[in-house]
């Protein structure tokens, strides 16, 4: 165990909303520093809260429990905090922000990450004389990252998600993490509403991320994702809780079973949640 690790301990989750009614009833998971974790589970087990959590949304309240990351009480910070610390995460259903482009909003993001946890004040990341990265430095990246992920560069000067369909949001949101080049990167279903193709340029986006430094948790309803990205431990959650964990294997036996089985295992007939998910994203995305 080292403090680079990303360390959970009986953390319970509520909604602000409703704060008596927990979520998440005591999440115990440790993501080793360089290690790929995929969490499946199924559709309103609390998958997001957990990433939502981790990251600081205001609209959940951590009841107890703690989260420890690289020496830091990570629930004491606040979400931009967690991200310049190198927190990424990579939203299941990303929002549009009209009049702000891609261009500046990476910009800003990659400077308020150079700006690191405790800005110095004789640091000006909107200075690229004073730290903050250069035009030149800048267009260059995002070129290269936006070849990576076979994207249009037309995409830069477009609002943010404004218009996008499914599979660019979820391109966008790649690219946002492979600008900042995350320590822990959390991906929210980055494979709903992708097809095959995109699936894979996508996974494949991210395996040429990955590196012995950026530890990652795969949020993920279905198997296929894993094909692409090998996870070093696979966990199930249901309930609010992790009822198993394991490695590759378990995720192929929740694709060939569903989770009825597995939850049976532990007690938990009646938790299967909404079927048919991806049935369900289109009906979602068109209410943002
Ligand atoms: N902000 C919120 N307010 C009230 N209920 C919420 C909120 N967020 C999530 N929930 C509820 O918590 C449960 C888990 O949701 P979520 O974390 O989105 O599950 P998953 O991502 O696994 O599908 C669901 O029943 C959902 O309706
Ligand atoms: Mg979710």
């Known amino acids: 165990m080292s403090d680079q690790d990303l360390i959970i301990h009986d953390l319970h989750v509520a909604p602000v909303a ?20 995929a969490i499946m589970g199924p559709n309103g087990s609390g998958k997001t809260t957990l990433a939502y959590a981790l990251m600081g949304h205001p609209a959940y309240i951590v009841r107890s429990g703690e989260v420890l990351w690289k020496g830091h009480d990570l629930l004491k910070l606040s979400a931009d905090k967690r991200a310049r610390l190198g927190m990424f995460l990579a939203f299941q259903y990303p929002m549009a922000i009209p009049g702000l482009s ?8 990659i400077n308020a990450r150079r700006a690191g946890l405790n800005p110095d004040p004789n640091v000006d990341p909107t200075d690229a004389y004073r730290g903050g990265i250069p035009m030149g430095e800048f267009r260059k990246l995002v070129r290269e990252k936006m070849a990576l992920l076979k994207m249009d560069e037309s995409i830069a000067a477009r609002y943010v998600n404004e218009g996008f369909s499914g599979g660019e949001k979820k391109r966008l949101e790649m690219l946002q993490m492979a600008v900042l080049e995350p320590e822990m990167a959390i991906l929210d279903e980055t494979d709903s509403g992708l097809d095959i193709d995109a699936l894979r340029i996508v996974a494949e986006g991210v395996n040429a991320m990955l590196n012995p430094n950026m530890g990652v948790l795969v949020i993920t309803h279905y198997q296929r994702l894993l094909n692409y990205i090998t996870p070093d431990t696979v966990h199930v959650l249901a309930a609010g809780r992790i009822i198993t964990s394991g490695g590759k294997d378990l995720a192929l036996r929740l694709e060939e079973e569903g989770y009825a089985p597995i939850l049976a295992e532990a007690g938990l007939e009646g938790e299967i949640g909404d079927e048919a998910p991806e049935a369900a994203v289109p009906a979602m995305e068109a209410a943002h």
């Open 18 to 37: 409703n704060p008596d009614h927990e979520i998440l009833k005591g999440i115990e998971l440790t993501v080793g520093n360089g290690e790929v974790h």
């Open 102 to 109: 891609v261009a500046s909003f990476l910009r800003s993001a």
